[in-house]
Every structure is written in structure tokens, then in C-alpha cells.
């Protein structure tokens, strides 16, 4: 071995741990990393716990009128009533009825309107500055209108969940047409594509991720307005429980109809968010963002 060989043999730093000394150092560090994950995931259920919590000590202690906020055990006994008697099925699910064909109508009408503006810069320069001045009215403003019109029945409530659900998804059509890269449209061009072609194979599979944007926050905004209007005009429903204990003065069946309904909701919204990344891993380039 040359002089040379030798000195960088000497200078280069050995590793003599063995394999399974390694292991046993690298142990410590994995646990580490798993307990941080642990942590994270924790991290969104801290503040439902701790309100939790001071809500208990608050009713235990007598802090606060029972009269005013219930305490959780019975709260608790409430809702499992509702759950065994078949109450909350039966509100639940007219609930849900309602929202579902208020939801699909908006959504048709949302993605029709969209596609209209998308299309045509003429047409969108005609609606949408009315559109956007009309987006700005909430749902409870429109009740009156709307009632002198269809009266109090189911359609009342269609009609204002439709609405809701049209406004983001309209917008957000709008917005995945124009977002195409007008180098695809030109390589379209290039390769003979008619509107219709350009339409369907470039412009729709590139705008899917905003479009389910869209019918995520249409969903949402569905859901908050069908129990706005249930707390306005039903007979059924959750937000018509929720007006029903309110007038009985029975706060324990009120928490628990706000409980059912922000956990539907939270279910709803994580699983279309789900949806959505799923979406957006299937399109091209969806894995590096």
C-alpha cells in the first residue's frame, strides 16, 4: 500500500458498530419520530377535549345554571334517547332527504351555469357581474321572496338549499375553464380538435380538481342552509329539533340536536375531503403536489 493509500485509511472514519448496534441507536430515534406522528395527530383533539372538560368541571361545580347549559351527562342520556326511541333516525334522515335533492339541483344548475360562462366570454360578460351582486344575499334574505312564491312546504326548503349549493360550484366551473394552460389548447389546435374535442379531452379532465372543490363547498354551504331553514320553516329535521327545545326550554335536547349536527357535518366534510386529494392524485402531475 502506498504512503498516500495509508494516510487516508488512517484519516477516514471507521464505523465498528456492529449491525445490531446500529439498530439498537436508531431504535431510540424511530420511537421519537413515532411519538411526534402520535402527537400530531392528537393536536386537533386537544381544544374538543379541553372545552369538554371545562364544560364537566363547569356543571359539576356548579358554575353554571343547568337551566343555561346542561351538564354533559345529560346531554348525553338525551341523545341516546333520541337514538333508541327512533326520533333522531327519523329527523336525520328527513334531514338528509332534503339536502340531497337541494344539493343535486344546484349542483346541475351550478355546473350548467359555469360551463355557459366558461364558454362563452360574451355570455359571462352579460351574467356574471349580476351573478356576483346576487351572491352576496344570504339565504334567510331570500325566505321571504321565496315564500310568497312556493309557500312553506318542501320546495321553500329546495329552493333555498339549490342556492346554496349553486353558488361555489358555478364559481369554481368558471374558474377550472379558465385555468386550462392555453399551450394545451393550442397543441389541441395543432392536432385538429374541434370545441366539442377540446372541451372533453382537455379542458374537463384538467379543471376536475376545481370542480370538486366546488362540489365540496356546495355541499357545505347545503348543509348549513337546510338546517337555517329548518330552524325557520318545518316540522321536521334537526335544526327543527333544535327550535323545538328552544321553545320547551329543554337545552339538554337542543345540545344534543347541535351535537348531531356538527358531527355530521365534520363526517361529511372529511370524507369529501378525502375524495377531493384522491381526485387530485389521479391527475397528472397530483403526486408532486
Known amino acids: 500500500m502506498s504512503a498516500e493509500a495509508e494516510l487516508t485509511a488512517v484519516l477516514q472514519p471507521r464505523d465498528d458498530t456492529p449491525a445490531s448496534g446500529r439498530a439498537r441507536a436508531l431504535a431510540p430515534s424511530l420511537s421519537w419520530r413515532r411519538i411526534a406522528r402520535l402527537g400530531e395527530g392528537a393536536l386537533p383533539w386537544l381544544l374538543p377535549v379541553a372545552l369538554l372538560a371545562l364544560w364537566y368541571t363547569g356543571a359539576e361545580q356548579g358554575w353554571i345554571s343547568p337551566q ?85 312546504g318542501e320546495p321553500l326548503k329546495y329552493i333555498l338549499i339549490a342556492k346554496a349549493a349553486l353558488v361555489p360550484v358555478a364559481l369554481n366551473t368558471l374558474q377550472g375553464f379558465r385555468q386550462t394552460p392555453v399551450s394545451l389548447r393550442e397543441v389541441g389546435e395543432v392536432y385538429g380538435y374541434d370545441r366539442r374535442q377540446q372541451v372533453l379531452e382537455i379542458v374537463l379532465p384538467h379543471a376536475v380538481p376545481t370542480l370538486f372543490t366546488g362540489v365540496r363547498l356546495g355541499f357545505t354551504k347545503a348543509w348549513l342552509s337546510l338546517v337555517v331553514v329548518e330552524l325557520v320553516a318545518s316540522s321536521e329535521g334537526l335544526g327543527y329539533l333544535i327550535v323545538y327545545g328552544r321553545q320547551l326550554f329543554q337545552l339538554d335536547l337542543v345540545m344534543a340536536a347541535v351535537i348531531v349536527v356538527g358531527a355530521i357535518g365534520y363526517a361529511i366534510d372529511r370524507l369529501l375531503d378525502r375524495l377531493e386529494a384522491a381526485v387530485r392524485r389521479r391527475q397528472p402531475g397530483g403526486a408532486a403536489r
Open 68 to 152: 343555561v347549559l346542561p351538564p354533559p351527562r345529560f346531554v348525553w342520556e338525551t341523545l341516546r334517547d333520541l337514538a333508541t326511541s327512533g326520533d333522531l333516525w327519523l329527523h336525520v334522515s328527513t334531514s338528509f332527504a332534503r339536502v340531497g335533492i337541494g344539493f343535486a339541483v344546484g349542483t346541475l344548475l351550478g355546473f350548467v351555469l359555469g360551463t355557459a360562462m366558461g364558454l362563452s366570454r360574451s355570455f359571462e360578460a352579460y351574467v356574471l357581474p349580476t351573478f356576483n351582486a346576487l351572491v352576496q344575499i344570504p339565504v334567510l334574505a331570500w325566505l321571504p321572496f321565496v315564500l310568497l312564491i312556493v309557500g312553506i
